[in-house]
């Protein structure tokens, strides 16, 4: 069987499970089976079926399984936000059509030879500093629950931040490639433009309070500049570097004290800056194992509409599918991650030259730090950062460009399979 035809196999599996999903929920509010349920899922396996007719034409030889488990995640998240808010759902399928339309474009346009983006790589790494520039300039940024991270264009919202971390990576896996033998040896001018555009990126965001963000991009600085270089004195003299920039920013952002407090002393704080950290871990406890069921989690008070955690269905949405979902469920959620993560890698393993392979383990590890941590922060194994999940997580920007890092997997696969099957 053929990648193209054993990915539209997975999808129509991934449709059959949106379908009872749907069913599920609407069971639980209306208690019949709606129509409408099966209309959804339709509709999500039609929206699908044109990306995998796109990447049939533009990426033949892609890995077969990387859109499926995108669909798969991005379907679970649309109906448990349905579950939350329809109005929200209806948006939230909104931004998937535009997303899977940018996605199919990046295909089409990228597909012949995506490696023309390694000559504007200077371009890139300036554009991901000006985009994190934006929401820091008055009259553009807007504050979100304590950070300056989104952007108001009208009626329009959105985190530049997003789109950043794709540019950066192209950046950094151009850059890496030319320089990594030099870089290598240590020597400082050759780590200079580097250093520059990292160090203005770290300084936007910290001027933000943007500071999930922070992490990830550090983070996958120091896994690019390992894979480039592999030494793993980087990677130690980063640790370093990470371990005395959190010092010194604790002491200067009551924001960060605030969050590692309440990381610390969560049920100290639990009425107050701790609230909804404390509600997520009550959340979590009472789905058990087998979890509640979609639609039968308890996530507001009899006659109130308000919910019991703030911002669920985009920072929290991950306690409320371990509630509905169980154990088993958010497990299973998990292990999705875990399997694009792996195939992700493998890619990187199989492609024959150093841009292709940077950009695979950047796009691949960025995809991977961004779920570790928005879970670690719900159920407390790292301080809370306002980052979402991917394609689980209710926003447009979140959506969109992690459906252009899925693109970008899927053109580094299909060169790397071309090239070993015309071997």
Request: net charge positive; glycine share 10%; hydrophobic share 55%.
């Amino acid at each position: 069987m053929s990648e193209r035809n054993r990915e539209l196999l997975n999808l129509i599996v991934v449709a059959m499970l949106t379908a009872l999903g749907f069913a599920s929920v609407y069971i639980a509010r209306q208690a019949v089976v709606s129509t409408a349920s099966l209309s959804y899922a339709a509709f999500f396996f039609a929206l699908y079926l044109v990306a995998h007719f796109v990447a049939r034409y533009a990426v033949p030889h892609a890995d077969p399984y990387l859109l499926p488990m995108a669909a798969l995640l991005a379907a679970v998240g649309v109906t448990e936000i349905y579950r939350l808010n329809p109005d929200n759902a209806f948006k939230q399928g909104l931004w998937i059509v535009i997303a899977v339309g940018v996605f199919s474009a990046t295909l089409l346009l990228l597909g012949r030879d995506y490696r023309v983006l390694e000559s504007y790589k200077y371009l890139f790494g300036l554009g991901a500093i000006l985009l994190l520039v934006l929401p820091a300039l008055p009259g553009f940024g807007t504050t979100v629950n304590g950070a300056r991270l989104w952007v108001r264009a009208g009626p329009l919202q959105f985190q530049p931040g997003e789109l950043a971390k794709l540019a950066l990576i192209v950046f950094l896996a151009g850059y890496l490639r030319e320089k990594r033998e030099v870089i290598a040896q240590g020597r400082l001018k050759d780590l200079g433009p580097l250093l520059v555009i990292w160090g203005g990126a770290m300084l936007v965001l910290v001027e933000t309070n943007d500071l999930g963000s922070g992490l990830l991009y550090f983070g996958v600085f120091l896994a690019m500049l390992y894979v480039a270089t592999a030494r793993f004195a980087y990677v130690i003299a980063g640790a370093v570097l990470f371990v005395i920039g959190s010092a010194g920013v604790y002491r200067i952002s009551g924001h960060v004290r605030d969050r590692v407090d309440v990381w610390l002393h969560a049920f100290q704080h639990a009425d107050t800056s701790g609230y909804q950290l404390v509600q997520a871990r009550y959340a979590i406890a009472h789905g058990g194992i087998g979890g509640t069921g979609l639609g039968h989690g308890t996530f507001t008070a009899p006659g109130s509409s308000t919910t019991y955690i703030p911002y669920l269905n985009t920072d929290f949405i991950f306690a409320a599918l371990a509630q509905e979902l169980g154990l088993i469920g958010a497990a299973g959620l998990l292990l999705v991650y875990m399997l694009f993560v792996a195939r992700g890698f493998r890619i990187a393993l199989l492609t024959d030259d150093g841009f292709s392979k940077l950009l695979a383990v950047g796009l691949t590890f960025a995809f991977a730090l961004q779920a570790f941590i928005i879970v670690g922060g719900i159920i407390g194994l790292i301080p809370l950062t306002g980052i979402t999940m991917p394609f689980v997580s209710y926003g447009g920007s979140s959506v969109v460009a992690n459906f252009v890092l899925l693109a970008g997997l899927m053109l580094v696969s299909n060169r790397a399979n071309s090239v070993r099957v015309a071997t």
